[in-house]
């Protein structure tokens, strides 16, 4: 169906100028609050299961203040909180936020207006001086204001499960080169500078820590720790954020992890240590054996060890095995080490001091483990344990009163996290210099900046405190949700329609030939992707969720050693591609892929520290190697989508930091290798580009805006004015530049019609936060700004020439540019246009209709891979979102090819 600019400006039209600039204004909402049908992404948990969703609205329907009640498929009230996180401008809902309690899933759920239901026992938080307990009607938890203990004890029922929960990390003070070994290790652990109760319940409970890793006055490694409770959950999930604090070339990591005490209460007999690998595969030991002995317990006392439940007294067992028992090793300390994607290996010892034993090894383990007895114990689990290796779970002492539990984020068997850059400079000590290196290996290299100072990584780790040792079947299903964590999800239509996302996506549709050859076309190259991350081995601590960039035809491998052809670090918005995949299809696959992308792209390629911080790293052999750092890959629309759908803090946090980062201009000149006349920046008049600098700035202060977050004025006003600014330049988007004022968040009166245009300038999500600001803002001079922009790109030159007084030299990129033209027909009503954005879909300079869409077999590399030369990921990216949205402009205006 044609979405015409009568219907999407229908809307706006009953709402004054007035109301619509003021996000908190009432909201008129006549029409009734609709239901949602919510289903499991993966499908329904076997067992019970907690998640937190998002839900969008349509503008002007849902009021700021409207409740919402949750029932499950069999007609049952479900326990929920909720919250809104974000609202349209005429102060009507546009996004909220719910959680569910602990408890047997349901198939399906409706969400709707309503009261909800409370828990049977909610989350009660109880803020004191020094600390804040926790309870979830099944355990409680004391949380630490300072020292190292973020959590300093768990209970179950009265019984202590565990306590001494803090960080650790090792610190290494160089990276041995040689097979001598050296290199001095130094411990710290977490010390606590503030702790904030951000939910209280009743549902739901969200406790940050903020801190960093110290020892005697030294510090490094800057944390934020979110814990996670749900009413009548058994469990604490931990979303761990640090920060390297380092320039790379000094204070390595050689370990950093989550550590805790577990009280030993049984007898070792009675201890067990429990490890699941693949699938539901899993170690299963006692701390002291009583199975495979020269004599015989009987067959009772053994079944009852192996299911993990209390053995009878000794005193009816065969005596030949009780009077003999101390001569049984305790087997007290265990670690489960993957240094490699594929590869594990289980260790065990009687105590620190004496031998390890090899247990065992396998491919992939699920990341979870336990140590504990039959009067209950601790299981832990690591998200993404295998793909982001060195990553290793270790148990100590469970021969003692106290078992230590770490898990490792990164493995101190590892070795240290070498951060260091790649190469010693080359001699590109000038700019000249460092374009011809660009110009050869696609590297924009620059002395100094090849620095991980200000990176990040976000891990999400799970602890439950259990009564009893649980069984091989519960630990399997524990094992699963540390995997995959269940997560409710709407249904596409409700994705769609409401158009929070600027009304370019529509769903899956295979009811016309050329349509179903698209169709085919797209999910081709996103199999094609998930399958290159399995054979190519794209995993590991900093590198999981990126894709790369190029592929080298001659070495039949993607150009990993090849400077900018490396890892893509956003460039050419794959991540809005899959985003928007998944909006219109709602695939699981698709889903997880995207949010690995964001966890990566949005923390290890942007910087969260130092003077870059809101900057992000261009692609390149290292994340953090290239020296262009710019607002293009930091963009707050990659995030927005996972935090919307998920209300991860986390996103929220990445979302916020962005606000301010037009400032960043101070410290940095994105073009300053190619300037041809002198600049100095001055917060009165920095030089921003209208294309990937601005698109940037203006995604952060919309989300700021309608977050209502602390800056939301300053946001908002600095959103419309750089608009307003943007729209008075004779030639608006097509004058390239401008000088903004910081004070007053607008851009200096221009008078020349000036032309500057790059392929780049609208594909780093500048399509889509127009789409979005056009949508929600009444101001027509931008609009026909922009839509000037979007009908011009692909135009001719003498087109473009009448119109704006000169051509824009060669460009490409032009099937990427299609969704403008496409985007331009829709907003005129004009099918000229909507026919031009098919020929330039089709004949484009990307992906044509009569590739082979099809990929080969290798077996000539070192392991067997699939490979499909034409396919690079600029072009993936772009053929992705010129689809999707031509489609959801155009799509009942299409062609055969």
């Known amino acids: 169906m044609e979405i015409t600019r009568r219907q999407i400006l229908a809307g706006m039209a009953a709402v004054p100028v007035a109301s619509l600039l003021d996000p908190r204004t009432a909201a008129a909402v006549p029409a009734a609050v609709p239901e949602v049908k919510l289903t499991w992404l993966e499908g329904r948990p076997e067992t019970a299961a907690v998640t937190t969703w998002g839900t969008p609205w349509p503008r002007g329907v849902v009021g700021a203040d409207q409740t919402f009640a949750l029932t499950a498929a069999d007609g049952s009230a479900v326990p929920m909180q909720s919250w809104p996180t974000a609202y349209w401008p005429d102060g009507s809902l546009k996004w909220s936020a719910h959680a569910i309690a602990a408890g047997t899933p349901a198939h399906t759920y409706t969400l709707g207006p309503g009261t909800p239901a409370a828990p049977a026992h909610g989350v009660t938080v109880k803020n004191e001086k020094n600390y804040v307990d926790v309870d979830t009607g099944v355990i409680k938890a004391r949380i630490r204001k300072d020292g190292p203990e973020l959590i300093s004890q768990i209970w179950r029922g009265g019984v202590e499960i565990a306590r001494k929960g803090r960080l650790v990390s090792l610190k290494q003070d160089k990276i041995e080169d040689d097979e001598e070994k050296s290199a001095e290790r130094e411990r710290l652990e977490s010390d606590i500078t503030g702790v904030k109760v951000e939910q209280a319940g009743p549902v739901r409970a969200v406790v940050r820590i903020d801190g960093r ?159 504990g007895g039959v009067s209950g114990g601790l299981a832990f689990g690591l998200r993404d344990f295998w793909q982001r290796h060195p990553a290793q779970l270790d148990i100590r002492g469970a021969a003692t009163e106290e078992a230590e539990v770490t898990v490792w984020l990164w493995s101190p068997e590892a070795g240290a996290m070498d951060t260091r850059f790649y190469h010693g400079g080359m001699g590109q000590d000038t700019y000249p210099e460092q374009l011809e290196g660009l110009n050869i290996t696609y590297e924009d290299y620059e002395p100094g900046f090849g620095t991980p100072y200000g990176i990040a990584r976000t891990s999400e780790l799970t602890f439950w405190a259990l009564a009893a040792t649980p069984t091989a079947e519960r630990l399997g299903s524990m094992a699963d949700q540390v995997r995959t964590p269940p997560q409710l999800i709407n249904p596409v239509d409700q994705l769609v329609t409401t158009k929070v996302f600027g009304g370019l996506v529509t769903p899956v549709d295979r009811s016309h030939p050329a349509k179903q050859a698209i169709e085919d076309h797209l999910d081709f190259l996103f199999d094609f992707y998930r399958g290159q991350v399995e054979q190519r081995h794209w995993y590991g601590f900093w590198d999981y969720g990126d894709i790369m960039h190029t592929y080298d035809e001659d070495r039949l491998v993607w150009r990993y050693d090849v400077g900018g052809y490396a890892w893509d670090n956003s460039e050419l918005s794959p991540d809005l591609w899959l985003w928007y995949a998944f909006l219109r299809s709602g695939r699981a696959d698709i889903f997880r892929f995207a949010e690995a992308m964001t966890r990566h792209t949005g923390e290890v390629d942007v910087y969260h520290l130092g003077q870059w911080a809101g900057l992000g790293t261009r692609h390149g052999v290292q994340h953090w190697a290239d020296s262009a750092k710019q607002q293009r890959i930091s963009t707050a629309i990659y995030r927005r989508f996972y935090y919307y759908l998920t209300a991860d803090e986390r996103t929220g946090d990445l979302l916020s930091e962005l606000v301010d980062s037009d400032r960043t201009f101070l410290v940095l000149d994105p073009i300053r290798k190619i300037r041809t006349e002198p600049y100095t920046p001055d917060p009165r008049a920095l030089s921003i580009g209208l294309g990937t600098d601005w698109s940037g700035l203006a995604a952060a202060w919309l989300t700021e805006w309608e977050r209502q977050g602390p800056k939301a004025a300053t946001a908002k006003a600095k959103l419309l004015g ?176």
């Open 213 to 371: 890793h110290g020892k005697d006055g030294e510090a490094w490694l800057p944390f934020t720790v979110r814990l996670y409770f749900y009413a009548d959950a058994e469990n604490i999930r931990m979303v761990h954020t640090f920060v390297y604090d380092r320039d790379g070339q000094r204070d390595y990591i050689a370990g950093l992890g989550v550590r805790f005490r577990v009280p030993m209460r049984d007898a070792a007999y009675d201890r067990h240590v429990r490890f699941v690998g693949e699938g539901h595969g899993m170690l299963a030991e006692a701390v002291k054996g009583i199975t495979g002995l020269r004599r015989d317990p009987g067959a009772v006392v053994r079944s009852a060890q192996v299911a993990g439940t209390k053995l009878p007294d000794p005193a009816t067992w065969d005596q030949r095995v009780t009077t003999r028992l101390q001569y049984i090793p305790e087997w007290g300390d265990y670690t489960l080490s993957q240094l490699t994607s594929d590869g594990f290996t289980v260790k065990k010892r009687t105590a620190k001091g004496y031998g390890w034993i090899p247990v065992d090894q396998g491919k992939r383990a699920s990341g979870l483990g336990y140590v």
């Open 722 to 897: 750089t608009m307003e600014t943007i729209a008075a330049m004779p030639n608006g988007f097509v004058t390239g530049g401008g000088l903004y004022d910081l004070e007053t968040g607008r851009f200096a009166p221009v008078t020349a019609k000036t032309v500057s245009v790059s392929h780049l300038s609208a594909m780093f999500g500048q399509v889509e936060i127009c789409a979005e600001v056009i949508d929600l803002v009444d101001m027509p001079a931008f609009e026909a700004a922009w839509l000037q922009y979007c009908r011009l790109y692909n135009a001719t030159r003498a087109e473009q020439t009448a119109e704006v007084g000169a051509h824009f030299g060669n460009l490409i990129l032009r099937q990427g540019h299609a969704r403008l033209t496409a985007y331009a027909a829709v907003r005129l009503n004009s099918n000229d246009l909507a026919a031009r954005a098919w020929r330039e879909f089709y004949t484009g300079d990307g992906y044509g209709p009569n590739l082979p869409w099809t990929a080969e077999p290798i077996t000539s590399t070192l392991n067997p891979t699939q490979s499909a030369k034409w396919v690079s990921t600029n072009t993936t990216a772009l053929y992705g979102l010129a689809a999707i949205q031509t489609l959801a402009l155009v799509g009942d205006q299409i062609v055969n090819p």
